[in-house]
């Protein structure tokens, strides 16, 4: 293979076994870390902030998150048994379940929400362990479409941190001049060094942006250290502190969110391994899920929310070439770092919303464009894939921008079809087992007898229009 296809095949500089030095690694390491870190802290203080049971409990519920994150994502890296993708896979706490969390929170209690989290994380693990009996349901198209619009959905998040208030719109500052310019420069800094640059400088990009960009907020005077003096030095993690109680409706709620992130979880997957040039193995795939759903059941016990693959690193791993499971592993232990030092933490949670925007609005547009990869360099778009990719998309991105649209069905159905991808990635593979053409499905594909087109005598394929 040769010219630009060949170019296509691989985008790493580090690839999953490389061991880059560790005077490398470890901002490497840190480099993930920020990419995810108000990401995975955010569930934890909303739900703190809305359900009453642990109004107070925030700052025990941030350091729990952080280290189940660090552990899972370590687990991820280098895999325990049957457990972990051996890819750089970085874990966190998942918004996904957030509002149905709350929800479940305010009408059982606390107990419940980590008792739902535990008793249903099995599905997840299940999904690991049968990959095989349905991986043909979740073809390059599917995966695509999938990482695509996790992309395309984190792209408001983005632009609503780099506007300086990831509460949206209604926040005081949102857009100012100086929130805007402190994006800007970290945006500017990150694809600079990105596409003018070679070697290290150009793999650290986002690392030096963001910290460019916090100096700078330091020399403007918008950077607020209260929550560090306040903050402890250490934290004991206490398994079990808000107990657990098991409401059946709460459990096949949380089920069937699992289902939603596993499927999150093999686009994420896929979108990592597609920047090396080939497709996530079938052992990956397991691996991953399995994790996500072992970690979730660990998290569960140390009062944490579900753990699932985070999206942005699959977009670090794409911009910055760096695939290296030692350098995701390295970032699993900062994150018990910042986890037990609770202090540490608060020094990185005190960044302005705006600076970590201006890295993550190229990272979320990244994972968009992996998910495109995958689909060019595996996918012949012809009339059935191009109208399933085209109906996904629409029917996706639809429900995220006119929500309102469901407005006439119960709460629980607005929460979940709300979501672009849980109806893109659902359409993407009801289409593609109901559409005639692909590998799998009921309906008539192109090797039925009777469909096949007939060779005509030049030797090129010609459907027969004969009635006969």
Do not use: C
């Not at 497709?279 to 660990?298: K, N, P, Q, Y």
């Not at 609770?342 to 705006?354: I, L, N």
């Not at 994972?367 to 109906?391: C, K, P, W, Y």
């Amino acid at each position: 293979m040769s010219g630009p296809e060949a170019e296509q095949q691989s985008v790493v500089l580090y690839d999953i076994e490389d061991k880059p030095p560790l005077g490398k690694a470890i901002p490497l390491g840190i480099q993930h870390v920020l990419a995810m870190f108000l990401g995975n802290v955010a569930p934890p203080l909303i739900l703190a902030g809305a359900v009453g049971s642990v109004t107070g409990e925030t700052t025990f519920l941030v350091q729990m998150a952080l280290i189940v994150a660090g552990v899972a994502t370590i687990v991820q890296a280098y895999p325990v048994g049957p457990v972990g993708a051996r890819l750089p896979v970085v874990m966190g706490t998942s918004f996904a379940f957030l509002g149905p969390l709350i929800g479940i929170g305010n009408q059982f209690g606390i107990a419940a929400v980590f008792g739902a989290s535990l008793l249903a994380a099995p599905v997840e693990i299940l999904m690991g362990v049968s990959f095989d009996r349905f991986r043909q349901f979740f073809p390059p198209l599917v995966t695509g479409i999938v990482v695509m619009l996790i992309g395309l959905t984190l792209i408001p998040t983005g632009m609503n941190y780099a506007a300086g208030a990831s509460a949206g719109p209604s926040a005081e500052g949102y857009g100012s001049f100086v929130n805007l310019g402190l994006a800007g420069l970290v945006l500017v800094v990150t694809v600079g060094l990105n596409q003018f640059f070679k070697g290290f400088l150009r793999v650290i990009s986002v690392f030096v942006g963001i910290v460019v960009g916090y100096l700078v907020a330091l020399a403007l005077g918008v950077v607020d250290f209260s929550a560090v003096a306040s903050a402890g030095w250490i934290t004991v993690p206490v398994p079990l502190k808000y107990g657990l109680a098991f409401e059946p409706s709460a459990v096949v709620t949380v089920a069937f969110l699992y289902i939603i992130t596993g499927m999150e979880t093999i686009g994420d997957i896929s979108g990592t391994v597609s920047a090396t040039g080939r497709d996530a193995t079938r052992e990956e795939i397991r691996g991953g899920l399995v994790a996500d759903g072992v970690m979730s059941v660990f998290g569960a016990v140390f009062n944490a929310l579900p753990n699932t693959s985070f999206s942005q690193n699959v977009g670090l791993v794409n911009f910055t070439g760096v695939a290296s499971r030692y350098v995701a592993g390295i970032g699993g232990v900062v994150l018990l770092a910042l986890g037990f030092v609770p202090k540490v933490g608060a020094v990185v949670s005190a960044m302005p919303d705006a600076v970590l925007g201006g890295g993550a609005l190229i990272l979320f547009a990244m994972i968009f464009s992996s998910g495109a990869r995958l689909i060019t360099q595996n996918v012949e778009l012809d009339h059935r894939n191009s109208t399933i990719l085209a109906m996904s998309m629409a029917l996706g991105l639809g429900v995220a921008f006119r929500p309102e649209i469901l407005q006439n069905f119960p709460s629980e159905v607005q929460t979940l079809f709300g979501s672009a991808l849980v109806t893109g990635g659902m359409a993407a593979l009801l289409l593609n087992v109901v559409f005639p053409g692909g590998s799998v499905g009921t309906g008539p594909t192109e090797y039925t007898a009777g469909l096949e087109p007939e060779v005509t005598e030049a030797g090129a394929g010609a459907p027969s229009v004969d009635d006969d």
